[in-house]
């Protein structure tokens, strides 16, 4: 119902994720640590890439109205549809071998708030990510 357009400037370019936006509805574990509004901390490994990726997608794929968009050996890209009137938000992690995390940006399509939903949603696939290892 307020699905919105998929954005086009999403991805991984020299090894950065898309920054956040000047609204309220987007969490980067790139964003700067002074902006406390949009900083979250990447996710940690759980062993090598391969492994990595399996247990990310095994958490996706166990959370309600996901649907993984696109992905590559590094890069994950999923789109998580609000239940009640079907919002929908863009999640991208990007696995960062160099500093051995997963880069994470989760944004609402419309909107100015979301009540936290974006930052919750990260915290709660940190905590799932956690019990698999």
């Not at 968009?69 to 890069?75: A, G, L, P």
């Amino acid at each position: 119902m307020f699905a919105g357009k998929p954005p086009t400037n999403i991805g991984v370019n020299n090894g950065r994720l898309t920054a956040c936006p000047n609204t309220p509805n987007c969490v980067s574990s790139q964003a700067p640590a002074s902006d406390a509004q949009h900083a979250i901390a990447p996710l940690p490994m759980s062993g090598d890439a391969a492994t990595t990726m399996a247990n990310l997608k095994q958490v996706i794929k166990a959370m309600p109205r996901t649907k993984i968009v696109n992905e590559t050996n590094d890069y994950l890209y999923v789109e998580f549809a609000s239940k009640l009137m079907g919002y929908v938000d863009d999640v991208e992690f990007y696995l960062d071998t160099a500093s051995n995390t997963v880069q994470v940006r989760s944004a609402s399509r419309l909107g100015q708030s979301d009540l936290g939903v974006n930052r919750q949603r990260i915290e709660d696939i940190r905590l799932a990510m956690s019990n698999l290892t």
